[in-house]
């Protein structure tokens, strides 16, 4: 099993362009999650999904879209990038909520906004 | 809303030193508790967790014992070792929240010198 698998893996921007990082998951798990990781800031929640066809906001959502098509995908999508969303983005995935919550991330997405 | 608190780093440790990493929570309901580590490079990994208060969760060598009435899960060690260098993240759940993400703390570098 791969696990969580992220790509790209590195990436620059410029101001205003646009991209989608893809999230895949073999555990055929329920749940996925979009995290960033700054600078003293720990990991932030964007967006996540509780099953296939649905998504919802989490802690910071401002500038990003989700989407959730396949089962095994979780989709993050910058419209306009900006400046402050330079940021290592994580993926992760588990198997259901509740009290056995652990979650598996992936090796994470550098993206740099020039 | 729910937050944890852990110690900022670095903290730097001769190998086979005594390790603590405190960490506070203040949460809504009834949450359970982790503690990822997260490699130079790598994504994050589970490496405890305690559901329920007085728990101790323990792997590798650490240990944390969910505490309610100091709302507290330190991170211990009683030997460290080179291969311990990483950085470490308190992490709740708490589904009474709403939202099916992780809080985290902002992570505690530790560093272990030969």
């Known amino acids: 099993n791969a696990g969580v698998t992220q790509t790209p893996k590195f990436r620059v921007l410029k101001t205003g362009q646009s991209m989608t990082l893809l999230c895949a998951q073999d555990m055929n798990h329920e749940y996925m999650y979009w995290y960033r990781q700054d600078p003293g800031m720990g990991l932030r929640l964007i967006h996540y999904?509780?099953?296939?066809?649905?998504?919802a906001k989490g802690e910071v959502p401002d500038g990003y879209n989700v989407s959730r098509l396949k089962k095994q995908n979780f989709l993050l999508g910058l419209e306009s990038a900006a400046p402050s969303q330079t940021s290592v983005y994580f993926c992760a995935s588990s198997y259901s909520s509740g009290d056995y919550n652990e979650q598996f991330f992936g090796p994470g997405t550098r993206l740099t906004v020039l | 809303g729910d937050s944890v608190t852990q110690m900022e780093g670095p903290v730097t440790l001769s190998e086979e030193a005594c390790l603590t990493i405190?960490?506070?929570?203040?949460?809504?309901?009834?949450?359970?508790l982790f503690w990822y580590v997260q490699y130079p490079g790598e994504g994050l990994q589970l490496l405890l967790k305690a559901t329920k208060a007085d728990d101790k969760g323990s792997n590798k060598g650490f240990e944390a014992t969910y505490r309610k009435e100091t709302t507290s899960f330190h991170l211990e060690k009683g030997s460290v070792q080179v291969s311990d260098s990483a950085v470490y993240f308190c992490?709740?759940?708490?589904?009474?929240?709403?939202?099916?993400?992780?809080?985290f703390g902002k992570g505690t570098h530790l560093i272990i010198q030969p």
């Open positions: 999904s509780v099953g296939e066809g649905t998504t």
């Open positions: 405190n960490c506070t929570y203040t949460a809504t309901g009834y949450p359970s």
């Open positions: 992490a709740l759940s708490d589904l009474v929240q709403g939202a099916d993400g992780l809080t």
